[in-house]
């Protein structure tokens, strides 16, 4: 059984020529596929459309098992996948780090007690316990994308969709994103313009050109 399921996927933004013609692809538990293509291919679109951000015109979309087409569909599919946006501060919304981290446990239903358990094993295991107390707007780009990635986590998704992760990434921290992502379990699929992350994270997938996907 497929994880995430994409069936002849059609969208285009009013007005203008379409983005996605017939987008088909897959992906099974344990993979990590890349998404690769030009600026303005339509990647991000893509990702939006699997989390039932946007509406295709037509097609399928499928994830664990089950068809999505209300927006009812996906409240179910959003707690079971990550997505870490292109833009951290799209993300973060809280005062402090630990609130934030807090917040996706705490709306599953989590006790206060049990959500600050969690916020401290997820900081510990990324090596951000250091971030625990800070003022959120106040990190750096780099550190921001890092809780971005550890207030998914917090939820225990089963599929991780990450846009962008390197933006804003210093050497130190993109070689502790390198080392978080490669010691998880979850299948990934992964947008990212840096060939050289693609290659220790997610080395095959699809191409987006012409508003289709093709497997590499």
């Not at 037509?58 to 990550?82: M, N, P, V």
């Not at 833009?87 to 599953?108: I, K, R, S, W, Y």
């Not at 900081?123 to 207030?151: F, I, N, P, Y």
């Amino acid at each position: 059984m497929s994880l995430i399921e994409l069936s002849d996927i059609h969208f285009a933004y009013p007005g203008l020529d379409p983005v996605l013609d017939g987008a088909s692809m897959r992906l099974a538990p344990g993979e990590r596929l890349s998404i690769v293509g030009p600026n303005g291919a339509g990647k991000s679109t893509l990702l939006k459309i699997i989390m039932g951000l946007l509406v295709p015109t037509s097609g399928e979309i499928s994830a664990f098992g089950q068809i999505r087409t209300e927006e009812a569909d996906f409240h179910d599919l959003r707690r079971r996948i990550g997505f870490v946006f292109q833009d951290a501060d799209d993300q973060l919304f809280c005062p402090t780090v630990a609130e934030d981290v807090a917040f996706g446990p705490l709306n599953l239903g989590k006790s206060k007690h049990e959500a600050l358990s969690i916020v401290d094993d997820v900081l510990s295991r990324l090596g951000l316990m250091h971030l625990r107390d800070r003022v959120t707007h106040k990190l750096s780009g780099g550190e921001k994308r890092l809780v971005t990635l550890a207030t998914v986590l917090a939820m225990e998704p089963e599929v991780l969709i990450l846009d962008e992760p390197t933006n804003a990434l210093d050497p130190d921290n993109y070689a502790r994103l390198v080392d978080i992502l490669s010691s998880l379990d979850q299948s990934i699929l992964l947008v990212s313009h840096d060939p050289e992350f693609r290659t220790s994270i997610a080395p095959t997938g699809y191409r987006l050109e012409s508003c289709k996907l093709t497997r590499f």
